[in-house]
C-alpha cells in the first residue's frame, strides 16, 4: 500500500494568523512569496496554512464566510498556496471552529455557558474569542464553509482547530435537543456521576460532537475522499471536552500543541496519542515561543532541539508553530533557526514509520468514560472543578517508568491486552461489562493487573455499581464510602512496603481511600491508616502544617492475589498519582514484583528515556535514547551498558547499527539479553537493531545456548 502523505512529509510548519481587521494596518504587508520563502528555509515539507483564523475572518474572497476586510477582493489563501506549491511545499488547511466574526453577527449561535454568558462576556481566556454551538445554524454555516473551501483549493487535507466542547453549552438549541432526546425538562443543576439525568447530559454532548465530526469528514470526502482530516486533540484527557475514543477513531491522526509543557508530559501526551490514533505517526506540534501567549520570546535553541528528539523517540512527525505579525510579517531568524532544527530531524525521519508496535513493560489502560471525577459533587456552573485529575496520574506513572527505564505505553483497546505483561488501571472508575469481562480473560489467561481506587466501580451507563465490576478478579468488595483525605498506607508483617516505610511511619497518600473488604485468598500487603481530622479541620487537628497519622486500622489498603495464571494489586488509594521520591519507589518496587523481568536493563541515570519500537516490515526494532537533562554545552555520557531482553523464540539478530550513520555496534548475547555499550551520549542516540524471522536468534548446540558475538 502506497504511503498517505503524512507518512512520509514529516516536517510541518504552521503560521498562525489570528488577527483581526479593526485596523488598516492589519495584514497589510502580508507577501504570499514572502511566506513561501520562509517554509522554504525552514525545510518544511508541509506548510499548514491558516484559512480561517478563530476571529472567524477568511483569508480568500469567500460568499459563505467573513472575508478578512485589508484582503479587498484579493486571494490570499490562494496565492499563499501556489507560492508554497511552487517550491515543492505540501499543503494542508488551518481551519479554527472558533468564529468572533460570527459570534458578533448571530447572538443566537453563541454557545452559553451555564452562567448563561456567551464566551466573550464571561471572560472566558481573556474574552477575546468566540465560541458558536454546533446546535445552532453555526453548525450548517460551519459546514458551507469547508464546502466553499473544498471546492477552491487544492491540499492534503484539513486541520481544524479548537474542536471539542469547552464548557457545557445550554444554548436553547442544546436545551431542546436535550429534551427531546432524553425526556428531562431541563438540564441537571450539579454534576454527579450516579445522576442518571447527568449521565444522559454527557452522552448527548459526547454523541453531539460525534456526529458533527462526521458531517465534517462526509462534507470533506464527499468532494475529495482522499483528503485528511485532523482536529486540535488536546482534550483527550477529560470529559469536559466531549472526547470519546469512536470520535477520535474519525480523526485521520492525532495532533495537538504542547510546546509549553516539561519534557514528561510531552512524553505522556505523545505515547496516549499514539494508543488513540487511527492512524500514525502522530503529530506533535512546538510553537516558537515559550508559549502562545508570547510573540516575541523565542524558545532557546536546546529546548527546541529538545522538541525535536522527543517526536523522534516516539516516532512523531515535528510541526513548528510561528505567529505571524499584525503588519503581515515574519521573523526571517526564527525560520532560520527551524531549518537547523528540521536538518535535525531529517536525519533520522527515514526512520519513522507509521507502523510502528511500541514494545512496552507496562500498558497504562485509559478509557474515556472515566476521564471524570467521582469524589465530588459540583453545581453545574462550576464544571471547570470537576475536571479529571487522571493527567496527573498518567504524567506521574510515565514520569517514574522513564526514570526506572521501564517502557511504558498506552492502551485504551481492551480486545488487544494480551501483548502486554503488565496493565495499570488508574481509577478507571467507568467500566462497561464488556471491559470487566476482558481484564477477567487477560488475567486468568496470565496477565498481571495493577488497579486502584474506584476502578469498575461506576458503570457508564448507569452510575455507582453494588460492588466493583471486577471483584470476581480483583478478591475485593465495596464496604460502602471513603477515607479521610489524605490517607496513609501501613505495612504488613510480611509485606514489600517494610523495605520502605514502618507501622508508625506509614507511607502518605493525598487522597482518600475506597473502604473495601477482601476474598480469603487475597494476601493483605498494606492497611489503613489516618490522621485524626480531615485536611479541612480548622480546629481539632493532629498538626498545623501537615496531617500526621494517628489513626491505625485493619483496613485493607493495598492487597495481592494470584487468579487463574494470572497476578493482581490493588490499592484502595492512588499510589501511583503521589508526587514524590518514597511513595514512587515503592509503586515501583510493586511493579517488579508483578512483573520481574524488564525490556531494558541499563546503568544509565534516570535522566535517560529509552524507547523501543517493532517495524515488522523492515524485519528491525528502532531503539532511542533522550537525555532529559538536555544541554548542548554539557559534556556528553560515556560508556553507558545496555542489556535488551527480545523474544528469542521468534528472530535471529543479524545486525545492530547507530543511526543514522548506520555503522556497526558490537553486541553480545548473555543468556536471553542482547548487550551493547553505547560509547557517548550527548542528547539523543538512535540504533537499528535488525532481524529475520525465519529462525530463533539464540541457536542451541549440543544441548546449551551458544553464545553469539559480532565485532566490528
Not at 465530526?213 to 468532494?223: M, Q, S
Not at 530531524?345 to 514509520?353: F, G, L, M, N
Not at 542482547?674 to 542516540?685: D, G, M, R, V, Y
Request: aromatic share 12%; hydrophobic share 35%.
Amino acid at each position: 500500500m502506497p504511503e498517505k502523505w503524512y507518512e512520509k512529509n514529516l516536517r510541518r510548519l504552521m503560521v498562525d494568523m489570528h488577527i483581526p481587521d479593526w485596523n488598516e494596518e492589519m495584514l497589510r504587508d502580508f507577501s504570499p512569496e514572502k511566506y513561501a520563502e520562509m517554509m522554504a528555509l525552514a525545510d518544511t515539507t508541509t506548510a499548514e496554512i491558516a484559512a480561517v483564523s478563530c476571529m472567524g475572518l477568511c483569508h480568500w474572497p469567500t460568499r459563505v464566510g467573513f472575508p478578512h476586510k485589508n484582503l479587498n477582493g484579493r486571494d490570499l489563501l490562494g496565492e499563499t498556496i501556489e507560492a508554497c506549491r511552487k517550491r515543492g511545499i505540501e499543503i494542508q488547511l488551518y481551519l479554527n471552529i472558533w468564529n468572533r466574526a460570527a459570534y458578533d453577527a448571530h447572538p443566537d449561535w453563541r454557545t452559553m455557558n451555564p452562567d448563561g454568558k456567551g464566551s466573550v462576556e464571561s471572560g472566558i481566556w481573556g474574552g477575546r474569542y468566540g465560541w458558536c454551538c454546533h446546535n445552532t445554524p453555526y453548525g450548517k454555516f460551519f459546514l458551507d464553509l469547508l464546502d466553499e473551501l473544498c471546492s477552491r483549493y487544492e491540499c492534503r487535507g484539513y486541520w481544524i482547530d479548537m474542536f471539542s466542547e469547552y464548557t457545557i453549552c445550554r444554548c436553547p438549541a442544546c436545551r431542546e435537543r436535550f429534551r427531546i432526546e432524553t425526556g428531562y425538562e431541563e438540564y441537571p443543576a450539579e454534576i454527579d456521576w450516579n445522576d442518571p439525568r447527568f449521565i444522559a447530559l454527557q452522552k448527548c454532548r459526547e454523541r453531539w460532537l460525534a456526529e458533527f465530526v462526521r458531517k465534517i469528514r462526509d462534507t470533506i470526502r464527499k468532494r475529495h475522499p482522499e483528503r485528511t482530516l485532523t482536529f486540535q486533540s488536546a482534550g483527550l484527557g477529560c470529559w469536559v471536552p466531549a472526547m470519546t475514543r469512536p470520535l477520535i477513531l474519525d480523526y485521520d491522526f492525532m495532533a495537538a500543541d504542547f510546546g509549553e509543557f516539561d519534557s514528561v508530559i510531552l512524553s505522556m501526551m505523545c505515547k496516549l496519542f499514539s494508543a488513540f490514533s487511527a492512524n500514525r505517526p502522530i503529530e506533535l506540534m512546538v510553537p516558537r515561543c515559550e508559549s502562545l501567549a508570547q510573540h516575541t520570546a523565542e524558545r532557546s535553541p536546546d529546548s527546541l532541539l529538545l522538541r525535536v528528539f522527543t517526536c523522534l523517540l516516539h516516532q512523531a512527525s515535528f510541526t513548528m508553530i510561528d505567529a505571524i505579525d499584525p503588519s503581515g510579517t515574519l521573523d526571517r531568524r526564527f525560520y532560520e533557526h527551524a531549518g537547523k532544527a528540521n536538518r535535525r530531524y531529517a536525519e533520522y525521519e527515514k526512520y519513522i514509520r507509521g507502523q510502528s508496535v511500541p514494545v512496552a513493560d507496562i500498558a497504562v489502560y485509559v478509557n474515556t468514560d472515566s476521564q471524570v471525577d467521582t469524589d465530588k459533587k459540583v453545581p453545574l456552573k462550576d464544571f471547570a472543578e470537576s475536571k479529571s485529575k487522571h493527567f496527573f496520574s498518567w504524567c506521574s506513572l510515565v514520569g517514574l517508568c522513564e526514570k526506572e527505564h521501564l517502557l511504558c505505553c498506552f492502551t485504551g483497546d481492551c480486545t488487544k491486552l494480551a501483548s502486554y505483561p503488565v496493565v495499570i488501571l488508574s481509577d478507571v472508575s467507568r467500566m462497561t461489562d464488556t471491559e470487566c469481562t476482558a481484564f477477567e480473560k487477560y488475567v486468568q489467561n496470565g496477565g498481571k493487573l495493577y488497579a486502584s481506587y474506584c476502578t469498575s466501580l461506576y458503570d457508564p451507563e448507569k452510575g455507582m455499581r453494588k460492588d466493583f465490576g471486577l471483584a470476581g478478579t480483583l478478591g475485593i468488595h465495596y464496604a460502602g464510602g471513603k477515607t479521610l483525605q489524605p490517607s496513609y498506607i501501613s505495612p504488613t508483617e510480611e509485606s514489600p512496603l517494610n523495605r520502605f516505610c514502618t507501622r508508625k511511619y506509614p507511607v502518605m497518600l493525598e487522597h482518600r481511600q475506597v473502604k473495601i473488604l477482601t476474598d480469603r485468598d487475597v494476601e493483605v500487603l498494606g492497611t489503613g491508616t489516618f490522621p485524626c481530622s480531615s485536611a479541612e479541620e480548622t480546629t481539632r487537628f493532629g498538626s498545623a502544617n501537615s496531617n500526621p497519622p494517628m489513626t491505625w486500622t485493619d483496613s485493607p489498603a493495598l492487597v495481592h492475589r494470584r487468579s487463574g495464571k494470572g497476578e493482581i494489586l490493588y490499592c484502595a488509594g492512588k499510589l501511583e498519582e503521589a508526587a514524590f521520591d518514597l511513595p514512587h519507589r515503592i509503586f515501583t518496587a510493586l511493579l517488579r514484583k508483578l512483573n520481574p523481568e524488564r525490556v531494558i536493563e541499563t546503568d544509565a541515570l534516570g535522566t535517560v528515556t529509552f524507547t523501543v519500537f517493532d517495524q515488522p516490515g523492515e524485519n528491525r526494532y528502532i531503539i532511542s535514547l533522550l537525555n532529559l537533562s538536555f544541554d548542548s554545552h554539557a559534556q556528553p555520557w560515556r560508556d553507558i551498558h545496555v542489556k535488551l531482553r527480545l523474544p528469542l523464540k521468534k528472530y535471529r539478530v543479524s545486525s545492530l547499527s547507530h543511526a543514522p550513520d548506520e555503522k556497526e555496534v558490537p553486541w553480545t548475547f548473555h543468556g536471553d539479553l542482547l548487550e551493547f555499550t553505547i560509547p557517548e551520549l550527548k542528547n539523543f542516540a538512535m540504533f537499528l537493531l535488525k532481524y529475520t524471522s525465519d529462525v530463533p536468534m539464540l541457536e542451541k548446540k549440543n544441548g546449551n545456548r551458544e553464545k553469539i558475538r559480532r565485532e566490528t
